[in-house]
């Protein structure tokens, strides 16, 4: 397979990254709309396809080498394209090499420790990928924009007072940073849809009859906090971008582009991680020779050669 040029992906991706500790407002800061000049939709999706070939490959080697693992946190707002990215993103990865969990509203076993509990408990393996279709990041989103779900938590009523979001970036800080020094590799992606775009999602999944499965009453009512939802991303954007995690911002309007710009993201990780197929030791090289002997050796286990194996191949292996 051609080498990936991480030159080209890397300059990419940067701009996608946010500098860690930029104060970052929404709408302002970052057009929804945006795409790459140049690069029309079918170009986006040719592409993706290679870019995919690359991250099946690179998870291969990931798996292989099995000491560092990859965290995908995708957060947005309702329609944003989260299950379609994950649907195409990892259509080329190995299903063995990834987990993908979705955080729904906590259960009472959840609300019963520490809030991240859960998502501590569904980390991916070393070697894997893990992607969450939402994350931690619901606890400084959905948590402060409904101010009720907070108080339907179980931590002490003192400790709910306004510095609460304060500490949870620094927690969360704090907890990825310890993440990384075990190895992780954390990405953060907000697919960021624009108001009128996720509308017309919406009205399609109620006329395409098709769609109508993915249409939620919810997601309407939720339409109506938008402007809070915003203000809680631009916070946490400004205040959870760091060296050792920093945020991804992916334009979301055009599914095609997002879709790209996410892979991109985590191709990017995975090439500065550069996982390699472990090499062999001469004495284990040294072993499979004999292991190859024993196998071609019919009569050891009374069974016939393979096909298509010589006995000269047989006998010049055994000397
Ligand atoms: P969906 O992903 O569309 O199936 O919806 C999942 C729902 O669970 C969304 O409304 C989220 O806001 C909600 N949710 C996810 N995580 C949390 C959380 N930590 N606390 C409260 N609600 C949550
Ligand atoms: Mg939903």
């Not at 930029?22 to 592409?47: N, Q």
């Not at 509990?117 to 959905?142: A, C, D, M, T």
Request: net charge positive; hydrophobic share 35%.
């Amino acid at each position: 397979m051609a080498r990936v040029r991480p030159g080209r992906i890397s300059r990419f991706v940067a701009e996608l990254r946010v500098e860690p500790g930029r104060k970052v407002r929404l709408p302002r800061d970052f057009d929804p709309s945006k795409t790459t000049r140049g690069v029309s939709r079918s170009e986006a999706k040719a592409i993706l396809g290679q870019g995919i070939e690359y991250l099946a490959e690179y998870q291969a080697r990931l798996a292989a080498q099995d000491d560092y693992g990859v965290l995908v946190c995708l957060q947005a707002m309702d329609a944003a394209g989260k299950d379609g990215a994950i649907r195409h993103v990892m259509s080329g990865v190995n299903p063995q090499g990834v987990e993908v969990h979705s955080f729904k509203v906590p259960s009472s076993e959840d609300l019963d420790h520490d809030y991240l509990w859960r998502y501590q408990k569904r980390l991916p393996e070393r070697g894997h990928i893990g992607i969450f279709n939402r994350s931690y990041y619901e606890e400084v989103l959905v948590v402060r924009v409904h101010p009720q779900i907070l108080e339907g938590q179980k931590i002490p009523a003192k400790l709910k007072d306004r510095g609460i979001w304060k500490r949870r970036y620094r927690e969360i800080n704090d907890w990825e940073h310890y993440l990384t020094d075990q190895g992780y590799r954390i990405v953060k992606i907000f697919l960021n849809v624009s108001k009128d775009e996720q509308r017309d999602r919406l009205v399609t999944r109620i006329d395409d009859a098709e769609r109508n499965w993915k249409f939620s009453a919810a997601d309407v009512t939720e339409r109506r906090h938008w402007d809070a939802y915003q203000a809680a991303f631009a916070d946490v954007l400004s205040n959870t971008s760091t060296p050792w995690a920093p945020w991804y911002v992916i334009p979301a309007d055009n599914k095609p582009f997002a879709r790209l710009a996410a892979g991109a993201v985590i191709l990017d990780t995975l090439v500065k991680i550069d996982p390699r197929y472990p090499s062999v030791s001469a004495a284990a090289r040294a072993a499979f020779a004999d292991a190859r002997v024993e196998l071609l050796d019919g009569s050891a286990t009374g069974s016939s050669l393979p096909r298509g194996t010589k006995r000269s191949r047989r006998r010049s292996s055994a000397s």
